[in-house]
Nanobody, 126 residues
Framework: QVQLVVSGGGSVQAGGSLRLSCAAS????????MAWFRQAPGKEREGVAA????????YYGDSVKGRFTISRDNAKNTAYLQMSSLKPEDTAVYYC???????????????????WGQGTQVTVSS
């Protein structure tokens, strides 16, 4: 059974930075598309970023392009989300997810992911 453990959330002022980590158990996660999603109160879950097993390409939601960076270390079975230039509208609960062996243009669809980590709160104050 794959388990994903998320860490690194917290509170920060606008313009600040945070790094989230997603530690995965189970060797199959090295071969999985890994993604980050977020959900703000009263809003639908939103795809933030995704990265395929080899890390050859990355995918980002329009609202975070140029500010967030997704990466992974397969040796550590860990995915990361570096968040910079944070804005109050980035406030949400952030989740990591593991899916199939490919990230596709539908990477932002939550239904494509089989495993989910617990959420971590990110709060950005103005």
């Amino acid at each position: 059974q794959v388990q994903l453990v998320v860490s690194g959330g917290g509170s920060v002022q606008a313009g600040g930075s945070l790094r989230l980590s997603c530690a995965a158990s189970g060797p199959t996660t090295s071969y999985a598309c890994m993604a980050w999603f977020r959900q703000a109160p009263g809003k639908e879950r939103e795809g933030v970023a995704a990265i395929p097993p080899g890390g050859s390409r990355t995918y980002y939601g329009d609202s975070v392009k140029g500010r967030f960076t997704i990466s992974r270390d397969n040796a550590k079975n860990t995915a990361y989300l570096q968040m910079s230039s944070l804005k109050p509208e980035d406030t949400a609960v952030y989740y990591c997810a593991a899916g199939g062996p490919f990230c596709t243009d539908q990477w932002a669809s939550a239904a494509r992911y089989n495993y989910w980590g617990q959420g971590t709160q990110v709060t950005v104050s103005s």
